[in-house]
């Protein structure tokens, strides 16, 4: 049996949660590939974060586990577009796979990882990056060559969804935000999620696949809920991106719906993605946009889906 290890940037909310999922689902998918997963390095910053049973796996320098040739895999897990970026990007370099939920990263380096990124390739995947585990991102690559695209809408930030679906109730933004923290659905700094940032580098993303272009995310217009007064039960944050004679337009606004549109319920915390193409017409994905199992579960669809390519090809 082939032994494959792997190794884990961060272990926080993403990383502990992905870490869960492997083990719950590792015995299933080592006797359906043949392959034995060790767990090798983990590199967080203060190895007092993790737990007591995985602390002699840390490594101060990040890149004595780049740079290991016995490790296939790295799981990246981290916030932020650097290091994070600077990590991948290495580890790459170094011919291995990465595994990523970070979505800044993966915007705002889309046209330097996008050889990595190419589905001749695809040592770089990131079904995580864009809403948790409704799978969106793999079926849009595949969607992508099948079919045309012509356009993206999408609610792509549960915090946002639910302080609305609140305010639609009568709370006050101030009020829903509360709720939002006191809940977890929102941090303490709630600025990417409401002035619409982390929004955008989803929509960069999707917009990326489904056009393949190359756009960045600090192009697209963006739309803050902070300000928002007249708030219906079909308010949303729409995150939207077309393709007309023009060439691409993505954005993100604060829209209200009409009650026949099919995100218009869309509630709380969940995400959902309509996709209008030419052959098919309208597909729909909805489900749970974030939450560390969520994540996890797709951070592990992509490990089947690299195995299941790695298999082909030896």
Request: one cysteine or more; aromatic letters at 6%.
């Amino acid at each position: 049996m082939k032994t494959i290890k792997y190794g884990m940037l961060g272990f926080g909310t993403v990383g502990s949660g992905f870490y869960a999922c492997l083990l719950e689902r590792k015995d299933m998918i080592e006797k359906r590939f043949g392959v034995s997963l060790e767990l090798s390095a983990i590199h967080v910053r203060r190895v007092e974060a993790l737990p007591t049973h995985l602390q002699s796996y840390h490594v101060g320098q990040v890149d004595e586990m780049l740079e290991r040739e016995d490790i296939a895999i790295i799981f990246e897990c981290i916030n932020g577009v650097e290091p994070a970026l600077t990590y991948v990007k290495k580890a790459l370099a170094h011919g291995k796979c990465v595994i990523s939920a970070n979505k800044a990263a993966i915007a705002h380096g889309w046209e330097e990882l996008s050889q990595a990124i190419a589905f001749e390739k695809e040592l770089l995947r990131f079904e995580a990056s864009v809403g948790g585990g409704i799978q969106v991102v793999e079926t849009l690559k595949r969607l992508s060559v099948a079919d045309e695209i012509i356009e993206i809408q999408g609610i792509l930030n549960g915090t946002t969804n639910y302080i609305l679906t609140k305010m639609s109730g009568g709370k006050s933004y101030s009020e829903a935000l509360d709720d939002a923290q006191r809940l977890g659905y929102a941090e303490a700094d709630p600025y990417a999620d409401v002035a619409g940032v982390d929004a955008v580098n989803k929509l960069a993303i999707l917009s990326n696949i489904a056009f393949n272009t190359h756009i960045r995310p600090d192009t697209i217009p963006r739309a803050s809920i902070e300000s928002v007064a007249d708030v219906h039960a079909f308010t949303k944050v729409i995150a939207t991106s077309v393709r007309d004679e023009r060439g691409i337009c993505a954005s993100i606004a604060v829209k209200t719906l009409d009650h026949s549109h099919p995100l218009a319920r869309i509630e709380g915390v969940t995400n959902a993605v309509l996709i209008k193409t030419k052959n098919i017409g309208d597909l729909v994905f909805s489900g749970p946009g974030a939450g560390s199992l969520a994540t996890g579960t797709s951070m592990v669809m992509d490990l089947y889906h690299w195995l299941e390519s790695h298999k082909k090809g030896e």
